[in-house]
């Protein structure tokens, strides 16, 4: 794959995940193994994107007042302590391993965007572990009993391949905690942000980080993330969910037979 190919197949996943609070590290990290990278290399480099993209997205939502940041701040740090050990463990798993668990989680995502999520107010429970919150005019109630570990654990495998979780956490808060959809992706994004750093600074922290290579795909999903905040703004998330569902499932498939071949 030639330079100019990938940096606008790169912008193009920049563009639709940011819409829908989505990071797209299974996007980013198939592109860069399709164009060559190892995938221990292409796990770190599509962290490096997110990071990048998913602050940019976020700066949009948050002029919208779309991101809930004390929801995030409950829900984030035990996500980034564990992508950042997923990230520094990830050299202990072979990269066939990794493609077999990438390949999963996108069969997994897949699913989970074929859903038809509403937002669904929970009722408002006065006990230990249900956090309930107003923000602007909405109201919901978080389980932290299953929101927490749950982060969690999409932390600690997102950090070892190289995605967001964003496909993961999007559902998690909309089905489990009754957050509005709109909020959830603003709240996704700021989260994909945070996670992304930890996972990248896992992965570097063994030296996968390639910063030449790195810079130039960055900034073209930056224009991307840029691009897709303010298009999220007048488009409906939910009309793209059935696209990014079966191209997810697709792409499982060619990470699957990817890694047959690496046999």
């Given amino acids: 794959m030639n330079v100019p190919i990938l940096l606008i197949v790169i912008f193009t996943i920049a563009v639709l995940m940011t819409m829908t609070g989505r990071g797209g590290g299974n996007f980013y990290v198939l592109v860069l193994v399709a164009a060559g990278h190892s995938i221990h290399q292409a796990a770190t480099t599509g962290q490096f994107i997110l990071m990048l993209t ?3 997205g976020m700066l949009i939502f948050h002029k919208h007042k779309l991101v809930d940041w004390k929801l995030a701040l409950m829900l984030d740090p035990p996500t980034d302590i564990m992508a950042f050990v997923g990230g520094y463990f990830s050299d202990y798993a072979s990269g066939i391993s990794l493609k077999f668990v990438l390949a999963g989680l996108l069969v997994v995502a897949g699913f989970l965007m074929l859903l038809k999520v509403k937002d669904k107010p929970i009722r408002a429970q006065k006990r230990l572990g249900y956090w309930h919150r107003k923000y602007g005019d909405q109201d919901y109630t978080v389980n932290l009993w299953l929101a927490v570990p749950i982060t969690a654990a999409v932390g600690l495998v997102a950090g070892a391949v190289g995605i967001s979780g964003g496909s993961f956490k999007v559902p998690l808060m909309v089905l489990l905690c009754g957050v509005p959809m709109r909020i959830a992706v603003g709240t996704s994004s700021a989260m994909v942000a945070a996670t992304a750093l930890m996972g990248f600074v896992g ?5 996968h980080f390639d ?5 130039l795909v960055a900034c073209a999903a930056v224009l991307g993330g840029v691009l897709g905040g303010k298009m999220a703004m007048k488009t409906k998330p939910e009309k793209l969910k059935k696209i990014f569902a079966y191209t ?3 792409a499982a498939i060619f990470m699957m037979f990817n890694a047959c071949l690496s046999r």
Avoid: N, S
Avoid at 203 to 207: L, P
């Fill in 54 to 56: 998913a602050l940019a």
């Fill in 248 to 250: 997810t499932l697709a």
């Fill in 211 to 215: 910063g030449q290579g790195a810079i």
């Fill in 203 to 207: 992965h570097a922290a063994q030296g």
